[in-house]
Nanobody
Framework: QVQLVESGGGLVQPGGSLRLSCAAS????????IGWFRQAPGKEREAVSC????????FYADSAKGRFTISRDNANNTVYLQMNSLKPEDTAVYYC?????????????????????WGKGTLVTVSS
């Protein structure tokens, strides 16, 4: 069974950092663009960042620019999201997903179709 598994979430103080991981089993991530999404309580799911599969070009939502960095390690079949300077408003469940449309569509146009697989998410709580 194809799976995406997120890890690395937890409780962190404002200003702190976390690195989320998205690992794939039974398929190779290097065929896909990979996006990170988040959903806070009572809010809609939103795209945070995306990385291309061939050019590895990165895209960020305005809320993530300058603080988050997405990267991929195809040898280890894993995509990462390094999150720095975390704020309470970053509190959410974070999901990774395989994307078949362009990263620009997902991030800039918020076009959330063309997503084949979702992970189950990892909770990030930013609180003092």
């Amino acid at each position: 069974q194809v799976q995406l598994v997120e890890s690395g979430g937890g409780l962190v103080q404002p200003g702190g950092s976390l690195r989320l991981s998205c690992a794939a089993s039974r398929f190779t991530l290097d065929r896909y663009r990979i996006g990170w999404f988040r959903q806070a309580p009572g809010k809609e799911r939103e795209a945070v960042s995306c990385i291309g599969n061939i050019d590895r070009r990165t895209f960020y939502a305005d809320s993530a620019k300058g603080r988050f960095t997405i990267s991929r390690d195809n040898a280890n079949n894993t995509v990462y999201l390094q999150m720095n300077s975390l704020k309470p408003e970053d509190t959410a469940v974070y999901y990774c997903a395989t994307i078949t449309v362009t990263c620009d569509s997902v991030i800039r146009l918020k076009y959330y179709y063309g997503i084949d697989y979702w992970g189950k998410g990892t909770l990030v709580t930013v609180s003092s």
